[in-house]
T-cell receptor, first 113, second 111 residues
Framework: ETGVTQSPTHLIKTRGQQVTLRCSSQ?????VSWYQQALGQGPQFIFQ???????GRGNFPPRFSGLQFPNYSSELNVNALELDDSALYLC????????????FGSGTRLTVV | TQLLEQSPQFLSIQEGENLTVYCNSS?????LQWYRQEPGEGPVLLVT?????EVKKLKRLTFQFGDARKDSSLHITAAQPGDTGLYLC???????????FGGGTRVLVKP
């Protein structure tokens, strides 16, 4: 059983640019959630995707958007990057019909300069 | 403002000592999860507690869910250097829902 895979592992972008982060969910999981973890803090929920539709969103502006594909993989897109967007972005997959079983990827470390 | 407050924020102890990490909220959660995260890695699930008053043991780790399902604790007995890491609690209002994380407790176990 493969785990959650995220790419790239590290990324450096300039303020104002756009970025796309990718996530492959664990085999058998149909739901993907994205979290932002600033240095020294706990992860903050960005949004969740189920059946290719957004299914819940945290307190993040519209420049944070996402997609889920038929194979349950997902993308997180961030437009007009700001310095405060520098963080570890985590993807977690789960199975909708199974309670509480979240598997996290290793994350993408985004640095905005 | 964190919905889940963890304390302490940082804990440094000697190998063999015991430690307890607390996770408190004014909200009721249907489940509480504990994760451990190492630098450069994602959180790894340690345990899920769903019933008020529930106690779960995982080798030297003991997890407790408060009767009112608003708080939880993690107790480590005879800590080892391998227990070093960031411990995160996370609550969920329903199965499949988003996780609300605490700010984390950084534990350092010195040999």
């Amino acid at each position: 059983e493969t785990g959650v895979t995220q790419s790239p592992t590290h990324l450096i972008k300039t303020r104002g640019q756009q970025v796309t982060l990718r996530c492959s969910s664990q085999s058998g999981h149909n739901t993907v959630s994205w979290y932002q973890q600033a240095l020294g803090q706990g992860p903050q929920f960005i949004f969740q995707y189920y059946r290719e539709e957004e299914n819940g969103r945290g307190n993040f502006p519209p420049r944070f958007s996402g997609l889920q594909f038929p194979n349950y993989s997902s993308e997180l897109n961030v437009n007009a990057l700001e310095l405060d967007d520098s963080a570890l972005y985590l993807c977690a997959s789960s199975a909708r019909d199974r309670a509480y079983g979240y598997t996290f990827g290793s994350g993408t470390r985004l640095t905005v300069v | 403002t964190q919905l889940l407050e963890q304390s302490p924020q940082f804990l440094s102890i000697q190998e063999g000592e015991n430690l307890t990490v607390y996770c408190n909220s004014s909200s009721v959660f249907s489940s509480l999860q504990w994760y451990r995260q190492e630098p450069g890695e994602g959180p790894v699930l340690l345990v899920t507690v769903v019933t008020g008053g529930e106690v779960k043991k995982l080798k030297r780790l003991t997890f407790q869910f408060g009767d009112a399902r608003k708080d939880s604790s993690l107790h480590i007995t005879a800590a080892q250097p391998g227990d070093t890491g960031l411990y995160l609690c996370a609550g969920s209002k329903a199965a499949g829902n988003k996780l609300t994380f605490g700010g984390g407790t950084r534990v350092l176990v010195k040999p």
